[in-house]
């Protein structure tokens, strides 16, 4: 297929993906902020939404002060914000329209929608909590929607593995951004361990990355840091654990160089970034640090990115 | 202006019988489901995504344009002369071209000034003496006819470069289909959905000789802000081929790549809709960022086949339309089957004259100007228009030709007072491959939605209908 082509299925899983994941941030966020302030302490959590969301530094260009409403209307509307909900979703939909013919209908239709939706319903912004919360939910459900319609509609060829290995690429950063905005509350050693305010922190990274649930069926116990680091980054039953990720982007890397009979570099990187964290232990990734292991992570899953781009999209 | 000439209801009151069944199933359906169908489409339409960009207009970057549930009929009988008509037409097309680019036994004869294809910017001096595959130089072309009665069809202009609408006369026909399933029941109506292959069939069988037995064919699209965009994606999408842009393209040692994932694969035939100006900045104009570096080289040496071909625009020009008659009677030795529009020539100072003291009755278009912009209708006009237009005439004389104001047919179109007679065009498309010349049965009938408009153009607030042949 066209490398544009290939580049643009990439990065509208991409910006569908961080739409997605900008949208459970604010909801996690909202539901923390609505706690008693006794059970939150004093942090400030839109700035620490805005760190996960990888918008602290442009953000105060814009604004003057982290509070729900500027956070909220930075990471969801403003369009000086290359990653604010509505330019991923417009961004999505420009790259649909260049690539439609490498879109089932049912692709198109899920953005199109989702992009008419946008104008025609939020070009405002949101006025309640409750817009918002209609507005988040509309966020998920468009992701929900179109990876459901990739799943169930595309052929199984080169253009549904370029879009897969957007949307894995694209949530392992995701996970990884969060686990290194939080990862002080997830030391073992950290004072006041299993206090109100950690507790809370915890459900809410849980929430983040749709895994409160399953931690519970995973663990069968009440939420402990450690268990949560090894949920998020080694669990890879997990979809939004990096394990996990990298069992994807590996395995779709695979079925690209099997069906062009070639391997290359992102081949043998992938594998080995998925073999590393095959053959970790949480011990020690704590005894080493967390905060390097996942900034060495974030650096690696970057890597990739340049890798294939350079290997097959441009 | 004569009253125009109305295809369903014929002078005495009656119908035509065309539109016979039409009219029975119009009286039959209460206005309130028209409406609502009328609603369905618009949203099958959006939902889509088929739009269109209008230039210079930020609010509507994307646009729909308006599409009207009456379809526009011809009869069967209609049909097969205007069918002839246009195979004719291409022909003749074609063998001008040729001619033009080669011996040039047209101008020797004295048929057509020297100076009309000299001095004209869309001639192409780099086609000198250059081959193309089997001759063929219009492989896709949209001629817009009209009518003013019942036996003749005139030819507006002929659209030799990259005539678009085609998208218009497949999803116009999917959505009616869609929507009113009855009334197809009750005619026989001759499909359009082979267009598609008989594109690529045409196509395929222009690519060139060192190609392989299966050719690779592509289109090229200047790219997603392009007005026509969407029916370049949906053309290629139907064709199973690649939609490239410039920038997907490579030449290497005269062939043409397109980059893909697993590496350079050859191009043999490029369906452009990219016009000549901006395809090799080498060539062309140098500040294109829309073309591909040495397209020209690779196309002299014969390794690529452009469909529409280089320098095309020198045969749809409206100066030499208005030579359309003599051309088809030279090349062919045939009597047109399509008359012309009589035309005024402004660059001859007998015909200029005229139009100037006329000005108030006549039609003036730019000589290369398309989409409906930069035109004159002068008893639409204000008197202050007219006299501005007067002063670009008397400047430049050669930029103009003028047509007097017909009265384009009318059909029954849904207006919010409900049906009303409004004026249409229609544009088929005519495919010339290697071995023959295919018209698919219909074409884009565009609608002058306002009353008494005779502007069809959808960037001027024209609007679509679904052409039906009727198969008798």
Known sequence: ?314 | MAVAFDEMNDPGGDIRQAYSELSRWLKETPPDALHYRRQEAELLFRRIGITFAVYGDAEAQERLIPFDVIPRILSGKEWVILEKGLKQRVRALNLFLRDIYHNRDILRAGVIPDDLIFQNPVFRPEMNGQGVPHDIYVHIAGIDIVRVDAEDFIVLEDNARTPSGVSYMLENREIMMRLFPDLFARHRIAPVERYPDELLAALCSVAPRSASAEPTVALLTPGVYNSAYYEHSFLADKLGIELVEGRDLIVKNEEVFMRTTEGLKRVDVIYRRVDDDFLDPLTFRPDSVLGVPGLMSAYAAGNITLANAVGTGIADDKAIYSYMPEIVKFYLAEEPILKNVPTWRCREPRELAYVLDNLADLVVKEVHGSGGYGMLIGPAATKATIEAFRDKLKREPEGFIAQPTLALSTCPTCTEAGLAPRHVDLRPFVLTGRDRTTVVPGGLTRVALKEGSLVVNSSQGGGTKDTWILDE
């Open chain 1, 1 to 314: 297929m066209l490398s544009r082509t290939a580049e643009n299925l990439f990065w509208l899983a991409r910006y569908v993906e961080r739409a997605e994941y900008i949208a459970r941030t604010i909801d996690a966020t909202l539901r923390v902020t609505a706690l008693p302030a006794a059970y939150i302490g004093k942090t400030n959590e839109w700035e620490s939404a805005l760190l996960t969301a990888g918008a602290s530094r442009s953000f105060y260009d814009t604004y003057a002060e982290a509070n729900e409403h500027n956070v909220v209307e930075y990471l969801s509307f403003n369009p000086a914000n290359p990653s604010s909900i509505r330019n991923c979703i417009e961004q999505a939909r420009l790259n649909s329209r260049a690539v439609r013919t490498a879109l089932t209908v049912e692709m198109w239709d899920t953005i199109n929608g989702a992009w008419i939706e946008l104008q025609e319903v939020w070009s405002k912004g949101t006025t309640s909590r409750e817009e918002l919360a209609r507005f988040l939910r509309f966020v998920q459900e468009t992701s929900l929607r179109f990876d459901g319609s990739a799943y169930r509609t595309m052929l199984r060829n080169d253009a549904y593995w370029f879009s897969r290995l957007g949307v894995h690429l694209e949530r392992a950063d995701n996970t990884a951004r969060i686990l290194d905005v939080k990862y002080h509350v997830l030391l073992p050693d950290e004072e006041q361990v299993g206090g109100p305010l950690d507790f809370y922190q915890w459900r809410s990274i849980l929430r983040a990355v749709s895994a409160l649930t399953a931690y519970h069926w995973v663990y069968r116990e009440t939420l402990k840091p450690w268990l949560i680091a090894d949920l998020l980054i080694l669990n890879d039953s997990l979809p939004r654990s990096l394990a996990s990720c990298y069992d994807n982007l590996a395995r779709n890397l695979d079925q690209i160089g099997v069906a062009y009979g070639r391997q290359g570099p992102a081949q043998r990187h992938a594998r080995g970034v998925r073999n590393r964290l095959e053959h970790s232990h949480m011990d020690d990734i704590f005894q080493r640090g967390v905060h390097e292991f996942i900034q060495e992570f974030i650096a690696d899953n970057a890597r990739l990115g340049e890798i294939i781009t350079k290997q097959y999209l441009v």
